[in-house]
């Protein structure tokens, strides 16, 4: 595959290329597979508006006048409204019942100050376990039982012009990367290194038995190296094209509307893969560092990067990006160079599709937490840019301290009263027309999500 091009000039002296094969769709099942001690799949909030179970067949919603919450938030019709207000704008969080997300995982939203009809962004907090799938030769694959391995799954997914593709992506996403991840159960369990390559013998391509597994030698420069973590990585990465593939197959029937940036946090066996789509033409992934060089804060955001294509003539009607910081669009029409979902967009005034210059790949940091000694102030911040479009890195990090040291270590409670703090920082309180920070400028008018995850605090990570 071509190296992914970092401007329009690169663009257009590429010689392009063919994109990498497609790896075959899943076919996803309805419910998370997990054993019991993992946590269990429920329904979203519904919604708002949605009648009660009852013996007549379901009324056909139309998905841009619903509005759904991530399930965790549990809340009541009453709360789906409440959380659906624009003039008041009540932050959301997970209520006070005694069940906490995987490791005390701090929640907080807001919805939109009239951007949009509803808040375009969605969440995903879930637990996944992963069963293995071994090959018999001349036999299909089938599940091993009982040799599975779980990971840590959060997602944050910021919707535009509509937030259809955003809930898709927050229910099918991490079922993607559990099926992309059963063929490495073995694999990854073996802390041997990984093969190179599999056998080219007839019906052993992708298979994980080792017995069609060869060395290096057999079919790859022995300075090349695949890593467990290269693996992973590729995974995440298979998991996101097919979940854009599956949004432009069902674009139609469940109408699912617009496109959305993906922000993605995974723990598997000791590290944690940030997994980014998005947002805009312009950003990074901050880090905070602490004397000693042991990471304090890290808060993830977004990446720069421009999807690669082979431009013909025909493109070149169209200046490639217009604008600049904020207001800078590819093809004057969108903000995003990488996302899911777009796939119906076309460029204003004109029937040329917007898709071909997207990418649905992330861009994929690793952390190996078992590097480094955590202790509870240490955390991970995942936001969508309703908080970094006027929250700066170092005010973050002003707001991690403050908070959390006004809570004992051992108060679970204090990771949910930082994203509340957070999400209260960046909106602001409504003041002369418009929601204002304490200095005077305006908050963010979007919809704002926070995640704030504890690296070393309570639970186990083993």
């Known amino acids: 595959m071509l190296s992914r091009v970092r401007s329009a000039v690169a663009h257009l002296v590429s010689s392009g290329g063919a994109p990498p094969p497609r790896p075959k769709s899943p076919d996803l099942p309805n419910a998370t597979s997990a054993p019991p001690a993992a946590l269990p799949e429920t329904p979203r909030s519904p919604p708002s508006g949605a009648g009660s179970g009852s013996g007549a067949p379901a009324k056909t919603v139309d998905p841009r006048a619903s509005f759904s919450r991530p399930t965790f938030l549990q809340l009541s019709p009453g709360g789906l409204r409440r959380a659906n207000d624009h003039a008041g704008r009540a932050v959301q969080s997970p209520p006070d019942t005694g069940r906490h997300l995987p490791w005390s995982t701090g929640y907080a939203e807001v919805i939109n100050a009239g951007k949009s009809r ?10 996944v376990y992963v069963e293995g799938r071994r090959s018999v030769t001349g036999a299909p694959k089938e599940l091993s039982r009982g040799q599975g391995l779980c990971f840590y799954y959060w997602g944050l997914f910021d919707g535009h012009a509509g937030g259809g593709a955003a809930e898709m992506a927050s229910r099918l996403l991490h079922r993607h990367i559990r099926e992309q991840l059963k063929d490495l159960v073995e694999i990854l369990q073996d802390p041997s290194p990984p093969p190179l390559c599999l056998s080219s013998t007839p019906g052993a391509s992708g298979s994980s038995d080792p017995s069609h597994l060869v060395g290096p030698q057999s079919c790859w420069s022995s300075q090349k190296e695949v890593t ?91 200046p490639l990006v217009c604008g600049e910081g904020k207001k800078a669009r590819v093809m004057a029409t969108i903000g995003v160079t990488r996302g899911l979902g777009d796939h119906n967009l076309k460029v204003c005034s004109s029937t040329l599709p917007i898709k071909p210059f997207l990418s649905c790949f992330p861009e994929v940091q690793v952390y190996d937490l078992t590097q480094y000694e955590h202790c509870p102030d240490d955390v991970l911040v995942l936001g969508t840019d309703g908080l970094w479009d006027v929250t700066s890195d170092r005010e973050v990090a002003a707001t991690v301290d403050r908070v959390l040291s006004a809570y004992e270590p051992n108060d679970s409670s204090r990771y949910k009263a930082l994203a509340q703090a957070l999400v209260l920082g960046a909106r602001g309180a409504p003041r002369d027309r418009g929601w204002r920070l304490p200095n005077n400028k305006l908050g963010s008018g979007d919809d704002i999500s926070v995640f704030v995850i504890p690296l070393g605090g309570p639970g186990s990570y083993s």
């Open 118 to 127: 509803h808040n375009e962004d969605q969440a995903c907090c879930e637990v």
């Open 228 to 318: 467990h973590e290269s693996l992973v990585v590729g995974a995440i990465e298979n998991a996101f094209q097919l979940m854009d593939e599956q949004m432009a197959r069902e674009r139609r029937g469940h109408q699912v509307e617009g496109g959305c940036c993906a922000l993605v946090v995974i723990y598997l066996l000791g590290k944690v893969y940030v997994a980014n789509a998005g947002p805009s033409l312009s950003g990074m992934v901050k880090s905070f560092q602490c004397p000693g060089s042991l990471p304090r804060r890290l808060s993830a955001n977004a990446f720069s990067c421009l999807a690669y294509k082979k431009i013909e003539l025909e493109d070149l009607r169209f």
